[in-house]
T-cell receptor, first 109, second 115 residues
Framework: GQQVQQSPASLVLQEGENAELQCNFSTSLNSMQWFYQRPGGSLVSLFYNPSGTKHSGRLTSTTVIKERRSSLHISSSQTTDSGTYLCAPTNSAGNKLTFGIGTRVLVRP | AQTIHQWPVAEIKAVGSPLSLGCTIK??????LYWYWQATGGTLQQLFY??????VESVVQLNLSASRPKDDQFILSTEKLLLSHSGFYLCAWSPGQGAGAETLYFGSGTRLTVL
C-alpha cells in the first residue's frame, strides 16, 4: 500500500520566518491534498494539488508526481499558523487517502 | 454552501457499551462520505467510505460498522466498545465528480474516550 513520509517531524519558527514542509510517497497517486489540523483536532483543507504549483495567500504547494514528492511552503509565518500539517495522497481509484503522520509547527511571537 | 455536522462533540463511554456517531452533510447531493479515526498521537486512518445510499465499503474495520441510511447521513456504530476505540473520529465528504472530485472536507470531529 501507499507509504507516506513527512519531514521534518516538528518545526519551531520565529514569527516572520519561512518554512518548507516535505511529503514523500511510495506509489503512484491520483491526487495530493494538504490539510491543517488545529490543536483541537479539526482539519482544514489547504490544497488539492495533483501536480504543479498552487498558491493560497502565504501558502504554496508544489507536487512533482514523477519524483513522488510534494511540498508546502509557508512564508512570513504567523503564530496562528501553529498546528499540524498533513499531506495525503489519493489512490488511483480516488476513494482512499493515506495520511502522513504530519509536521507539527510552532510559531513563536 | 455545503455544511457538515458531526455529533456528538465528545463522548465518554464504558468498555462493552454501544456507540453511535453521526454525520450530516447539507447542500450537496450524492456526496462521497468517509469515516476516519485518529488515535492520540497517531495517523489518520480511513475506516469506511460510501459513494451512495445503502452502500458502504470497509477499509479498516476495528470492530466498527458504518451505514448510510440517507443520502446526506453517515453513521458509525458498534454494539460493544473496546478500550482501543478511544480516539478522534472524523467524518468527511468529497464531491465525487468533476474537478477536485477527491477533495475532502471534514467535520469538526468526535472525541471518544472509552474507560
Amino acid at each position: 500500500g501507499q507509504q507516506v513520509q513527512q519531514s521534518p517531524a516538528s518545526l519551531v519558527l520565529q514569527e516572520g520566518e519561512n518554512a518548507e514542509l516535505q511529503c514523500n510517497f511510495s506509489t503512484s497517486l491520483n491526487s495530493m491534498q494538504w490539510f491543517y489540523q488545529r490543536p483541537g483536532g479539526s482539519l482544514v483543507s489547504l490544497f488539492y494539488n495533483p501536480s504543479g504549483t498552487k498558491h493560497s495567500g502565504r501558502l504554496t504547494s508544489t507536487t512533482v508526481i514523477k519524483e513522488r514528492r510534494s511540498s508546502l511552503h509557508i512564508s512570513s509565518s504567523q503564530t496562528t499558523d501553529s498546528g499540524t500539517y498533513l499531506c495525503a495522497p489519493t489512490n488511483s481509484a480516488g476513494n482512499k487517502l493515506t495520511f502522513g503522520i504530519g509536521t507539527r509547527v510552532l510559531v513563536r511571537p | 454552501a455545503q455544511t457538515i455536522h458531526q455529533w456528538p462533540v465528545a463522548e465518554i463511554k464504558a468498555v462493552g457499551s454501544p456507540l453511535s456517531l453521526g454525520c450530516t452533510i447539507k447542500g450537496k447531493s450524492s456526496p462521497n462520505l468517509y469515516w476516519y479515526w485518529q488515535a492520540t498521537g497517531g495517523t489518520l486512518q480511513q475506516l469506511f467510505y460510501s459513494i451512495t445510499v445503502g452502500q458502504v465499503e470497509s477499509v479498516v474495520q476495528l470492530n466498527l460498522s458504518a451505514s448510510r441510511p440517507k443520502d446526506d447521513q453517515f453513521i458509525l456504530s458498534t454494539e460493544k466498545l473496546l478500550l482501543s476505540h478511544s480516539g478522534f473520529y472524523l467524518c468527511a465528504w468529497s464531491p465525487g465528480q468533476g474537478a477536485g472530485a477527491e477533495t475532502l472536507y471534514f467535520g469538526s470531529g468526535t472525541r471518544l474516550t472509552v474507560l
